[in-house]
Protein backbone atom coordinates (compact mmCIF):
# COMPACT_ATOMS: atom_id res chain seq x y z
CA UNK A 1 0.00 0.00 0.00
CA UNK A 2 1.18 3.49 -1.03
CA UNK A 3 1.31 6.14 1.59
CA UNK A 4 -0.71 9.11 0.69
CA UNK A 5 0.55 12.71 0.98
CA UNK A 6 -2.29 15.65 1.85
CA UNK A 7 -1.91 18.50 -0.24
CA UNK A 8 -4.12 21.89 -1.85
CA UNK A 9 -4.89 21.82 -4.82
CA UNK A 10 -6.29 25.99 -5.74
CA UNK A 11 -9.11 25.36 -8.51
CA UNK A 12 -10.92 28.34 -10.40
CA UNK A 13 -9.89 30.10 -6.67
CA UNK A 14 -11.07 27.33 -4.63
CA UNK A 15 -8.97 25.34 -2.22
CA UNK A 16 -9.56 21.50 -2.36
CA UNK A 17 -7.41 19.77 0.47
CA UNK A 18 -6.91 15.70 -0.66
CA UNK A 19 -5.00 12.92 0.37
CA UNK A 20 -3.69 11.37 -2.87
CA UNK A 21 -0.94 8.56 -3.87
CA UNK A 22 2.25 10.08 -4.79
CA UNK A 23 1.30 8.70 -8.64
CA UNK A 24 -2.14 9.79 -8.69
CA UNK A 25 -2.39 12.24 -12.01
CA UNK A 26 -3.53 15.43 -11.78
CA UNK A 27 -6.42 15.13 -13.91
CA UNK A 28 -7.92 11.95 -12.12
CA UNK A 29 -7.40 14.37 -8.63
CA UNK A 30 -9.10 16.89 -10.74
CA UNK A 31 -12.02 14.77 -11.90
CA UNK A 32 -12.46 12.58 -8.77
CA UNK A 33 -11.08 14.10 -5.76
CA UNK A 34 -12.46 17.72 -6.45
CA UNK A 35 -15.69 16.73 -8.76
CA UNK A 36 -14.40 19.30 -11.85
CA UNK A 37 -15.43 17.05 -14.49
CA UNK A 38 -15.39 18.86 -17.10
CA UNK A 39 -11.58 18.43 -17.73
CA UNK A 40 -12.05 15.45 -20.06
CA UNK A 41 -9.63 12.62 -19.88
CA UNK A 42 -8.49 11.66 -23.89
CA UNK A 43 -5.62 9.14 -24.80
CA UNK A 44 -4.04 9.71 -21.01
CA UNK A 45 -0.42 9.88 -22.85
CA UNK A 46 -0.33 13.43 -23.58
CA UNK A 47 -0.90 13.19 -27.09
CA UNK A 48 -4.68 14.29 -27.56
CA UNK A 49 -4.89 17.39 -25.25
CA UNK A 50 -8.86 16.35 -24.33
CA UNK A 51 -7.42 17.58 -20.73
CA UNK A 52 -5.55 20.68 -21.09
CA UNK A 53 -6.05 23.03 -17.79
CA UNK A 54 -3.90 26.37 -17.53
CA UNK A 55 -1.26 26.00 -14.27
CA UNK A 56 0.58 29.30 -13.04
CA UNK A 57 -0.79 30.54 -16.77
CA UNK A 58 0.62 27.74 -18.48
CA UNK A 59 -1.31 25.14 -20.54
CA UNK A 60 -0.92 21.82 -19.16
CA UNK A 61 -1.93 18.47 -20.30
CA UNK A 62 -3.28 17.49 -16.46
CA UNK A 63 -2.61 13.77 -17.61
CA UNK A 64 1.05 14.16 -17.45
CA UNK A 65 1.41 16.03 -14.15
CA UNK A 66 1.19 14.20 -11.20
CA UNK A 67 -0.92 15.88 -8.37
CA UNK A 68 1.32 16.64 -6.15
CA UNK A 69 3.35 18.94 -8.25
CA UNK A 70 0.56 20.98 -8.59
CA UNK A 71 0.08 21.71 -5.01
CA UNK A 72 -0.32 25.20 -3.80
CA UNK A 73 -0.42 26.40 -7.66
CA UNK A 74 -3.39 27.78 -9.42
CA UNK A 75 -5.07 25.71 -11.37
CA UNK A 76 -7.76 27.03 -14.18
CA UNK A 77 -10.19 24.18 -15.47
CA UNK A 78 -13.14 24.77 -18.15
CA UNK A 79 -15.50 25.25 -14.96
CA UNK A 80 -13.30 28.27 -14.02
CA UNK A 81 -14.21 30.41 -17.82
CA UNK A 82 -17.33 31.50 -17.53
CA UNK A 83 -17.72 34.78 -15.26
CA UNK A 84 -20.96 33.52 -13.66
CA UNK A 85 -23.71 33.34 -16.46
CA UNK A 86 -21.46 35.67 -18.86
CA UNK A 87 -19.49 33.42 -20.93
CA UNK A 88 -15.49 34.08 -21.85
CA UNK A 89 -14.76 35.26 -25.01
CA UNK A 90 -13.45 31.99 -26.22
CA UNK A 91 -17.04 30.00 -25.02
CA UNK A 92 -18.37 32.31 -27.20
CA UNK A 93 -16.50 32.38 -30.33
CA UNK A 94 -16.99 28.68 -30.17
CA UNK A 95 -20.40 28.91 -30.24
CA UNK A 96 -20.83 31.79 -32.59
CA UNK A 97 -18.37 29.78 -35.22
CA UNK A 98 -19.65 26.02 -34.23
CA UNK A 99 -16.17 25.00 -33.06
CA UNK A 100 -17.60 22.13 -31.83
CA UNK A 101 -19.60 19.15 -32.56
CA UNK A 102 -19.79 16.17 -29.52
CA UNK A 103 -17.47 18.50 -27.20
CA UNK A 104 -15.20 16.00 -26.14
CA UNK A 105 -12.14 17.97 -27.13
CA UNK A 106 -13.52 21.07 -26.60
CA UNK A 107 -12.56 21.94 -22.77
CA UNK A 108 -9.21 21.25 -23.96
CA UNK A 109 -8.69 23.44 -27.14
CA UNK A 110 -10.45 26.04 -24.81
CA UNK A 111 -7.93 25.75 -22.29
CA UNK A 112 -5.21 25.61 -24.46
CA UNK A 113 -6.25 28.70 -26.69
CA UNK A 114 -6.85 30.80 -23.38
CA UNK A 115 -3.87 30.07 -21.87
CA UNK A 116 -1.57 30.79 -25.35
CA UNK A 117 -3.52 33.95 -25.80
CA UNK A 118 -3.09 35.26 -21.90
CA UNK A 119 0.47 34.41 -22.57
CA UNK A 120 1.17 35.81 -25.88
CA UNK A 121 -2.35 37.80 -27.24
CA UNK A 122 -0.09 39.07 -30.83
CA UNK A 123 0.82 35.70 -31.48
CA UNK A 124 1.40 35.41 -34.92
CA UNK A 125 -1.65 33.40 -37.20
CA UNK A 126 1.35 30.65 -37.99
CA UNK A 127 2.22 30.35 -34.41
CA UNK A 128 -1.30 30.33 -33.46
CA UNK A 129 -2.19 27.54 -35.34
CA UNK A 130 1.37 25.31 -34.35
CA UNK A 131 -0.12 25.55 -31.35
CA UNK A 132 -3.53 24.26 -32.22
CA UNK A 133 -2.41 21.26 -34.22
CA UNK A 134 -0.71 19.94 -30.97
CA UNK A 135 -4.74 18.70 -29.96
CA UNK A 136 -6.95 16.80 -31.54
CA UNK A 137 -10.15 16.73 -32.69
CA UNK A 138 -12.45 13.82 -34.24
CA UNK A 139 -15.08 15.57 -35.75
CA UNK A 140 -14.87 19.21 -36.38
CA UNK A 141 -12.10 19.25 -39.38
CA UNK A 142 -10.70 22.06 -37.28
CA UNK A 143 -11.60 25.35 -39.12
CA UNK A 144 -14.39 26.17 -37.13
CA UNK A 145 -12.44 25.83 -34.14
CA UNK A 146 -9.70 27.87 -35.72
CA UNK A 147 -12.06 30.54 -36.76
CA UNK A 148 -13.40 30.67 -33.13
CA UNK A 149 -10.10 31.16 -31.48
CA UNK A 150 -9.29 34.12 -33.89
CA UNK A 151 -12.12 35.69 -33.26
CA UNK A 152 -11.64 35.52 -29.55
CA UNK A 153 -8.27 35.99 -30.13
CA UNK A 154 -9.57 39.47 -31.16
CA UNK A 155 -12.10 40.00 -28.29
CA UNK A 156 -9.14 38.78 -25.87
CA UNK A 157 -7.17 41.67 -27.09
CA UNK A 158 -9.63 44.45 -26.17
Do not use: W
Not at 47 to 69: D, H, K, W, Y
Not at 74 to 99: K, S, W, Y
Not at 114 to 121: H, I, K, S, Y
Not at 133 to 156: D, F, H, P
Request: proline share 3%.
Amino acid sequence: MTDKTTITLTINGRKHTIAVEPRRTLVDAIREDCGQTGTHIGCEHGVCGACTVIVNGEPVRSCLMFAVQADGKEIRTIEGLANGEVLHPMQQAFMDNHGLQCGFCTPGFLMLAVGVLEREPDISDDDLLDVLSSNLCRCTGYQNIIKSVRQAAVEMRK
